[in-house]
Nanobody
C-alpha cells in the first residue's frame, strides 16, 4: 500500500515561508495525482492545492493563489508545497493525499491514500 509522509511544518511568523514535502514509499508516485489539504481547529478539512501525475496541471484554492506553489519531483518520489507570505489563517494541519490517475482534485473524497499530517502555525 502506498505510504505518504509529510514534513516541513513548523512555527513561522506572518509573512514568512515554509516548504512542505510529501514523500512516498513502497510505490512510485509517477501514476498518482497529489493533493494538499489542511484542517484548522474547529473547521472542516479544505483542499489547498493539487497536481496531476505528470505535473503538467495544478490547481489552488483562491485563498492561496499567488502565495503557494505545488511541484513534484518524480525522481525523488516527492511532492512539495512552497508556501510564501504566510498568514495566520493558513494555520492548520497539512495533509498530502494521493489518487490514482492523471487528474488532481481539491475534494478529499477523491483520494485514497493519506499521510499523517504536519502542523503549520503562523503566529507572531
Amino acid at each position: 500500500q502506498l505510504q505518504l509522509v509529510e514534513s516541513g511544518g513548523g512555527l513561522v511568523q506572518p509573512g514568512g515561508s515554509l516548504r512542505l514535502s510529501c514523500a512516498a514509499s513502497r510505490f512510485t508516485l509517477d501514476y498518482y495525482a497529489i493533493g494538499w489539504f489542511r484542517q484548522a481547529p474547529g473547521k472542516e478539512r479544505e483542499g489547498v492545492s493539487c497536481i496531476s501525475s505528470s505535473g503538467g496541471s495544478t490547481n489552488y484554492v483562491d485563498s492561496v493563489k499567488g502565495r503557494f506553489t505545488i511541484s513534484r519531483d518524480n525522481a525523488k518520489n516527492t511532492v512539495y508545497l512552497q508556501m510564501n507570505s504566510l498568514k495566520p489563517e493558513d494555520t492548520g494541519v497539512y495533509y498530502c493525499a494521493a489518487r490514482g490517475g492523471e487528474t488532481g482534485s481539491l475534494e478529499d473524497v477523491h483520494y485514497k491514500y493519506w499521510g499523517q499530517g504536519t502542523q503549520v502555525t503562523v503566529s507572531s
